[in-house]
Each structure stands twice: as C-alpha cells, then as structure tokens.
C-alpha cells in the first residue's frame, strides 16, 4: 500500500524545540527526532509567512509560482494547482485539511482550502489537534495527505501567571540583548512551543494508535524565524533556519541527524520519491532520502533565498554556502523597514535604543564559520572582496536563470495588495493620510458597518502631538471628528487601528490586551519622533490604553480620557457569567449599534475581548498611582458601559497635581460621536493650553 503523509506545520517556530537545543522541554517533538530523523541545517526559501509555505509545497521559488507576498494581503499564487496537495490527489490520495493554510485566501464561492487542492476541510487551527486525533481514529481510508496545520508559535503570545517558570531565567534569541523585557517576552514565547508540542503530541499518540504509524510518513516543520527583531522576514539564519523533522517509511526512522544543507525546496520532490510518483518538471529542490540512507553526503552547494513583500515592501536576495552567505538589499531604504517586525515587548526594546535611526547595508558579506550570528559585515574588507564578487555574480546568474521580476525593477503587487509604507513603525499601520487629505465630514460619514471605515491615519500639524485610541470593536473613525477639531488648531494627531479591529469580530478574540497596548506604544512613539511634547488620549478601551502608556512613560505631556475603560459596569454575577460563557460563545449582539450612524465597528461584541478588556482595566487601577502627569477625565452622566465611579476612581488614584474631571450631562458611552463633541473639544483644547501654558485657540465650551 502506498504510504500516508501527515503533514505537521506551525507558525513562526524557528529551530527553538528541544530537539535543536533550545533549553525548554519539548518531548513530544523531542521523541519524534529520536525515532525518525532530523536535518540540523535546514533552511525556509523564503522567511514571511504565504512565501515560505508555497515555495515548500509548489517546489518553485516565490518569485516563480507568484506567491512572493501574503495571501490574506491579497497575493496569490499564479497556478494553485502546482500546489504539492493537488499533485497527491491526482494520485489517489485522499487529501484533507485540519486547521490553517497560508497559500490562499477565500473568495467568494471558492474556499481556500478548495483551491489548493483538499477535499476536505476538518475546522480552524484552534482545534486542529482534536479534529486530526478525531479523523485518525475514525479508520480512515488510505492512503490519506492529512495536513496538520498549528496557529502557535505565532503572536500574540500568552501571558504568563504565577504558575509559569520565573520569566528571568528564559535565554532570549541571538543577537537580541538580554533584558528584563526580552527574557517575558522569550518565556511568553516558551510557553506557547510547549502548548504546541502538547497539541502535536495528541496527533502523532492517535497516529500511534491507529496503527499506521509505519506506513505514513511524518513531515514536520515551520515556515521561519521566530517573530522577533532580526529574525522572521529577514535573510540571517535566524530568520531562514527552521526544523525539519520526518518519520516513517524511506528509512526515516532510528534518530539520524543530517548535517548538511536542506531546503524547503527539497520537500516536494522527497515526497514525490517516497510515494513513487514521477515529480513535475521544474522542481527547484531534490529528494532528501539519499541523505537519510547515507548515499548522498550533501545534496547543495549552495542555497538562494528571497524576501520581497511581507506587511511592507522589502526586496533582498540571497545566496549561502556551507560557509559564506552574502545579502543584497535592492530597496536603498535608509532605515529597517519596521512593519515587517511583528509589535512586541523586544521590538520596543530596540526602538527605545535607536534601532529607527540605523542603516541597514545595501549589501552583507558573512563568514558562517567565525561568525554564525551575522553580526561582521566583511563587505568592504579588502581580504575578502574576491569572495565577495564571486558569490554577488552567482546571485545575480541565479536571479537571471529563473527569470526574477526584481531584475526589471519594483516587484509588482496586486491591485488589490494591503502594503504598509515602509516609513512607519507598525505592522497593523496599512495607510497613513496626509494633513492634506480631506477627512470626511460628519453628514457623510458612513453608516454602521455599511463600508467599514477601518483606516488608521496621521495628521501632520505642529509640534504638539495627540495620539487618539478607538475603543474597543471600534475602529479610529470614532475619533476622528475630534481628531479633525484639534488638527485645525494646530495639533499633529496619530490615530491607530488597534489589533483586532477593522477585519471580522472573531479575530479581537485572538489578541490580547498586551496587543493593543503594544500598538498604542508604537504610534506613540512615531509621533514623539515628529513632535517635541506628546499627550495620549482615546475614548474608552482606548482611554484605559492612553492611562496605561501614561504609567509607562513619564514624559508623556498629559493624559486625555474620555469614558476610559478602566471597570465595566457588571455586577459579580456578569463577570461570573462572561467568564463562564468566554470559551463558549464568540460573540454576542451589540445593544443600540445602529442608534448612531457615526459609528464605525462591530456589530457585535466578542467576548473574550471583553474579558482581555477587563484584565487591561484591571492592570490600569493597579498603576493609577504611577501617573504623576496632567490627567483630563470627561464621562457621560447616561454611560451604562463603564461603571460610573471610573472617573472619580482614576481622581482618586492618579498622583497628578493637575487633574479634572468633567461629567458630560447629556452623553452616553461613545462620547465623541454624540451630542457634546463641542464641549469635548473645548474643554481638551483648554485643558492642553494649560499644561503648555498657552492661550487655548477655543475656549468656548
């Protein structure tokens, strides 16, 4: 009988499993490596999510099966059905899906899933493990191409508790430095690979149990580096180097290690060997099973690789050896390129220290040998300028040879691409919009999610900053009107679409309040590059963000809150009920949504972004007394969404000399889209006069 295939993938992992050496236990994977085998040195083609998957699973480069950027940015590939699963199934296999893909997106009528090739779609990655355990329990008919697709290790991580290891004993990834910071973030980072390789565990123990663990080869895998600075969606080997591990049939068995180079490339046609089919013309890899039975020492001299396209455009090209790699950056950027580095704990850490302010080079030379961690660029060094030339023109044969678009200049994108500038610090920034633009005006501001108007946006002005943070399901349209009042008198305002929001109400249930705060740090920090004084503002989740970023940074000129967040108007019993309900229910309807046609969100509030909501207000009361700077507090008398103490709890708590609180008679919750935004802007504006010690430009209320 033909052998099965259990195609294992998770998220950004790197090589940071025990197997590899990483100092954190893993031993379902670790077990996996004893019995099967384990390829030391090898390599994604292309370190950003839909790019790496596809080059593994078409065996092309990106820039030949045109999936060169990510699939839910609107980048497809030319033909999907190069894809590895369509090949199989022509074959006779029975092909499914439990989890995510990364190689397409749903269109209308055609679900992605569909278009790759699978007959069968067994449900979202949150329960991939349950639904893989279920279909190898259920008998399944053979032979099966059962692709296991994991959410973890990418962010947002989880947060640790009392009960995790001591976050100070974690050993952050190379070359990050070791700080407080980086040692949370990597042990947020440990306890995610763990609840991965419990998950795996529960896959490859049924697999165990059905009895076809023989005749079923295990592909397991990630698509890059880990999501930290230096690493995913860079050209270094943190970003390029990923675990591979295979078991079952073809030899994959007795705990081998290969040391040579491997590519991603190499999976397709190994597959292709393994199951006796004859591989498609073109294939870029070769089969990996000459190195598992020793026939073959090596299978590359050399390997290329190619970024062009994650959250921004950032277009390098590659080539290693054994011993040298050199990297060629066609952009001319003189700065990192930010976005494509997802927001954490350790990116801030480098933006703190000036990361914004450092080149990247045009061109790098790295000796692999003295120096794996990238870090001596030797492409100026006179004793290496042969070595240099030599790996340049390969790099610039290869790129002729397989016929690269970035030969002719810009890579093209879709149309329809979602691409960041490359000027901007986050991710989650898709648009920014100059002073220039027009801002809609309030009578021809859309209706409630008629067209949702998700867009973050930047006003330039003085050099007196406001940051302003939507509320939760909320998108920055909410503050725009105030936004719009302040930008005329002379404010530069930031607003930014926090995570979660703008896209569809399942997806705020997969952040964490650490994430919004995250994002707000990182707007808060382009503006301060643009203005000399800040002040931090948001109207409810986004008021408790600005108090929170308040605490954190004593320079911030003064806070502006407007119906913050900080507790919830429940009772004991609610919160007992919302817990209770969380894990079970998505999402619930939104009282009065379509009372106010300004108003641009969710119609529906999902529930564990409740409960993220209430842990971030939680954290706020705790660290009220941080706050030494200006604080302005204005609620509305008829809000049923926050309790009605909040104000007179952050008065009470604050250690600010300089604090107001002022009631809003005849508003609800979503102050700044009802009847007083007149008096909201007069009071802010006089309020802000007064910390800088100017004359307000309105002082009428």
């Not at 003064?558 to 507790?567: M, N």
Request: negative net charge.
């Amino acid at each position: 009988m033909k052998p099965n295939v259990l195609y294992l993938h998770s998220h950004d992992t790197g090589r940071y499993i025990q197997p590899y050496g990483h100092g954190v236990a893993t031993p379902n994977l670790q077990r996996l490596a004893e019995q099967g085998v384990l390829f030391r040195n090898h390599f994604c083609h292309s370190p950003t999510c839909s790019p790496s998957r596809a080059s593994m699973l078409t065996g092309l480069y990106a820039h030949e099966n045109g999936l060169y950027g990510l699939a839910h940015r609107g980048f497809r590939l030319h033909d999907p059905t190069q894809h590895l699963v369509h090949f199989v199934r022509q074959a006779g296999y029975t092909t499914i899906l439990a989890g995510m893909q990364h190689e397409a997106r749903d269109e209308p009528g055609n679900p992605a899933w569909q278009q790759l090739g699978y007959e069968q779609y067994l449900g979202p990655p949150a329960t991939a493990h349950e639904t893989a355990v279920s279909f190898l329990q259920s008998n399944p008919a053979q032979p099966f191409f059962l692709t296991v697709g994991f959410e973890e290790t990418h962010r947002p991580f989880p947060e640790l508790d009392d009960s995790d290891p001591n976050p100070d004993y974690a050993q952050p990834p190379t070359p990050l430095p070791n700080t407080p910071e980086t040692r949370r973030d990597m042990a947020a980072f440990n306890k995610m690979v763990q609840t991965l390789d419990g998950k795996m565990g529960q896959v490859l123990d049924a697999l165990d149990a059905s009895g076809l663990a023989d005749n079923t080869l295990v592909i397991c895998t990630t698509d890059h580096g880990l999501a930290f600075p230096r690493m995913k969606c860079t050209l270094y080997d943190s970003g390029l180097g990923v675990i591979l591990l295979l078991r079952g049939p073809g030899g994959c068995t007795g705990g081998k290690v290969v040391d040579s180079m491997t590519s991603h490339l190499d999976i397709f046609p190994t597959v292709c060997e393994l199951l006796g089919l004859e591989p498609p013309e073109g294939l870029r890899g070769q089969s990996l099973l000459g190195l598992v039975d020793g026939v073959a020492k090596s299978l590359h001299e050399k390997l290329f690789f190619e970024v062009s396209y994650h959250a921004a455009y950032e277009p390098q090209r590659a080539i290693r050896t054994a011993r040298w790699k050199y990297i060629r950056r066609f952009d001319n950027q003189p700065y990192p390129i930010l976005p494509n580095c997802d927001n954490s704990p350790s990116k801030w850490v480098w933006l703190q220290n000036g990361w914004r302010e450092q080149p990247p080079p045009d061109e790098a030379l790295f000796d692999l040998l003295f120096d794996p961690n990238e870090t001596n660029n030797l492409i100026n060094a006179p004793s290496h300028k042969a070595i240099a030339a030599d790996l340049r023109q390969q790099l610039v044969d290869w790129m002729a040879e397989t016929d690269d678009p970035l030969r002719l200049g810009r890579m093209p994108a879709p149309e329809t691409a979602v691409i960041n500038p490359p000027d901007i610090i986050s991710p989650n920034e898709v648009e920014l919009f100059p002073a220039n633009e027009p801002i809609l005006a309030a009578d021809r501001l859309p209706l409630v999610n008629g067209h949702l108007d998700k867009r973050p946006f930047f006003l330039e002005g003085g050099k007196v900053g406001v940051l302003l943070l939507h509320g939760l399901t909320a998108t920055p349209a909410e503050v725009r009107l105030l936004a719009q009042r302040l930008h005329a008198n002379g404010y530069t305002i930031a607003a930014p679409l926090l995570p979660g929001h703008g896209i569809q109400p399942e997806d705020l249930n997969e952040v964490r309040w650490r994430d919004w705060v995250w994002e707000a740090e990182m707007a808060y920090q382009h503006l301060a590059t643009v203005c000399d004084q800040v002040f931090v503002g948001g109207e409810s989740t986004g008021g408790a963000i600005a108090l929170h970023l308040a605490a954190d940074h004593p320079e911030i000129a003064g806070v502006l809150a407007y119906a913050p967040a900080i507790k919830l108007a429940l009772t004991v019993a609610d919160i007992a009920k919302l817990y209770a309900a969380a894990p079970l229910i998505d999402a619930i309807p939104k009282e009065n949504v379509h009372d106010n046609p300004y108003w641009q969100g969710y119609r529906v509030n999902p529930l564990w972004a409740v409960v993220e909501l209430m842990r971030l207000g939680r954290e706020v009361r705790h660290r009220l007394g941080e706050i030494r700077q200006p604080v302005l507090v204005m609620q509305g008398r008829h809000d049923e969404t926050i309790a009605p103490d909040c104000g007179e709890m952050i008065m009470a708590g604050v250690a600010s000399s300089q604090k107001e609180l002022r009631w809003l008679e005849r508003s609800g919750h979503v102050v700044l889209l009802e009847r007083e935004l007149g008096k909201i802007t007069a009071v802010t504006e006089r309020f802000m006069a007064g910390v800088l010690g100017v004359e307000a430009a309105n002082g009428n209320e």
